[in-house]
Antibody, heavy 123, light 108 residues
Framework: QVQLVASGGGVVQPGRSLRLSCVAS????????MHWVRQAPGKGLEWVAV????????YYADSVKGRFTISRDNSKNTLDLQMNSLTAEDTAVYYC????????????????WGQGTTVTVSS | EIVLTQSPGTLSLSPGERATLPCRAS???????LAWYQQKPGQAPRLLIY???SRAPGIPDRFSGSGSGTDFSLTISRLEPEDFAVYYC?????????FGQGTKLEFK
């Protein structure tokens, strides 16, 4: 079945780095734009980054621009998020999600989500 | 950047009642790229509505979306016990893909 499985979360000290991964299965990964969305404890959803289906377009939220890098390997069906210079404000559950579309290119929103991986930034 | 405002933050209703959740955008949403998600505690969000008014596959027909431009809403015609959750609207299709702050639907 269509599935996204995120991993790589953990406890990290402020200023350090962490790399999250998301493995896709059950669909043609290379056909879809992919996103990272995070949720701080007790807070709402915050969009983090998007990468186009071919990796040629990458966009970031202002809160992570210059610190986080989104990437993908279509040969391995994997999506990554490299997070550098982490601060306590980056503590959150991080979700990967697929952006669906139709044959005309009309976008359908984020229709498949991973289970989330927890990142805690603390000394 | 489009800022989405969801108010009220909490809506208290009873099963069987009708719920209307508004979402206002700071500027016009192009192509009606406005989605609604439901999130229950400990779970990932679930896509309910895309394109402002189209139901995602498998979503019950008691859920409906409406609106265009800057004013959108999600309506649940008759609340079921499993509908009590947090609902988010999202602008998508162009960066930044902003979310509203969410409306919590709670038992009255």
């Amino acid at each position: 079945q269509v599935q996204l499985v995120a991993s790589g979360g953990g406890v990290v000290q402020p200023g350090r780095s962490l790399r999250l991964s998301c493995v896709a299965s059950g669909f043609t990964f290379s056909n879809y734009g992919m996103h990272w969305v995070r949720q701080a404890p007790g807070k709402g959803l915050e969009w983090v980054a998007v990468i186009w289906f071919d990796g040629n377009g990458k966009y970031y939220a202002d809160s992570v621009k210059g610190r986080f890098t989104i990437s993908r390997d279509n040969s391995k069906n994997t999506l990554d998020l490299q997070m550098n210079s982490l601060t306590a404000e980056d503590t959150a559950v991080y979700y990967c999600a697929r952006e669906d579309y139709d044959s005309s290119g009309y976008l359908y929103g984020l229709d498949v989500w991973g289970q989330g991986t927890t990142v805690t930034v603390s000394s | 950047e489009i800022v989405l405002t969801q108010s009220p933050g909490t809506l208290s209703l009873s099963p069987g009642e009708r719920a209307t959740l508004p979402c206002r955008a700071s500027q016009s949403v192009s192509s009606n790229y406005l989605a609604w998600y439901q999130q229950k505690p400990g779970q990932a969000p679930r896509l309910l509505i895309y394109g402002a008014s189209s139901r995602a596959p498998g979503i019950p027909d008691r859920f409906s979306g409406s609106g265009s431009g800057t004013d959108f809403s999600l309506t649940i015609s008759r609340l079921e016990p499993e509908d009590f959750a947090v609902y988010y609207c999202q602008h998508y299709g162009s960066s930044p893909y902003s979310f509203g702050q969410g409306t919590k639907l709670e038992f009255k």
